[in-house]
Every structure is written in structure tokens, then in C-alpha cells.
């Protein structure tokens, strides 16, 4: 005789039951970012501000000494290092050149000697060009954060991958731009502002 219910018991021991794997890659997720924290609390205090999702974004201006003016978006997040040196913050970036091109990079970078405070601690940007892109694209800015400011110098790396007037040439393609260094400072900003230094050129507050 079957139940008015209408619902049909199941057998014992074959009862239904649901899939931890969202708890458990949830649970994977809060225990990186509970270790990246503990390793590095500075993330939680990025470029003079409160950063709880431990990620900064900022754009500016790029200036070489050849008079070539880039401009940049730049966003990174702490990342758990793997390996002694290895790098604390990866993230994205977008570089407009003087001729309107804008490039997408990813970023790896190394934050040093930095615990509680990042202020004037040295930090190394490496930047690379996606490995479908056109022109092959890697440099590295050198700098700190100072305040609410990232002020940052090429120290001639750029001259590896772009021409004297900003055109993307490749790297390690034709010669480079004699003598040139490139510095610049960001300031917190989101992406949406990034045609502020590309799209307007010579418009920028920055």
C-alpha cells in the first residue's frame, strides 16, 4: 500500500546526498586569502589607503627622455609567493603609446622589506605582452609607493621594446633608444578613467 503523500521513500543507505565541492573550493579561497594576509598584512594598506579586497589600481603618465609619453592603468593584488624572491603582487596593465596604441600587459611584481607599511619600501613591476601579441613586449619599472603616489623609473628597460617616439618595436628588435630612461607616477584610479591619459592626450590632471 502506497503513501497519500505521493512521495516515494527511498531505500535506507541511498539517500540523497549533496556535493561539498562549492564549500570546499570556498573554503580553499578564504584560506589563501587568510594566509596572504597573514604573510603580508601591508596588503590590507595599499598606496595610503584601506585596501580591503587587497588589490590597488592607479593610472598616469609615463615620460621618456626621447619625449616619448605613454599612458598607463595599472592594477595589482597581493599574491602569495612561491619561493624566496618570488613575486608578492601579480595583476594587469594597459599601456597607450604615443601613436593611440593600447597594449594589454600582465604583471608580476616584488614588493621588499615590507611588513605593516609599503611606504618608500622598493618594488619591481615586471611587464609582459600576452603571448599571442603582435610585438613581443617586456619591461620592468623600479620604484615605491610614497604616500598616495607610485612613483616609478624604467632605467632604460623600455628602450628594449619601444622606438624613441613610443611605437611598440618588439623586444630585443632593432636598436635601442640611446640613453633613455622613462619615469612617471600613478595615482589611484580606476579603469574607467584610463582614457584621461590616453584617449585625451595632454588633458591629464596627472
Sequence with gaps: MTSGSGQESMPPGQQRKGCG???SIGGMI???LALTV???PWALHIGGRPTPALTWHGIGKLHSTTGATYGIFLEVG???AHGRGGSNLTG????CTPQGEVIPLT??????RAWLDIDGKPLT?????????QNKIRFELLGSWQGQQLELSDKGSMAMAFAADGSAKGYLIGQNAPKENTTG???YATESQFNSVCGDKGKSSF
Excluded at 92 to 95: G, I, M, S
Excluded at 107 to 112: E, I
Design 21 to 23: 565541492c562549492l564549500s
Design 30 to 32: 578564504l584560506l589563501v
Design 38 to 40: 597573514l604573510l603580508n
Design 78 to 80: 597581493a599574491h602569495l
Design 92 to 95: 594587469t596593465a594597459k599601456l
Design 107 to 112: 604583471v608580476d611584481a616584488y614588493l621588499k
Design 125 to 133: 613591476l615586471y611587464f609582459r605582452s600576452g603571448k599571442d601579441a
Design 185 to 187: 607616477i600613478l595615482n
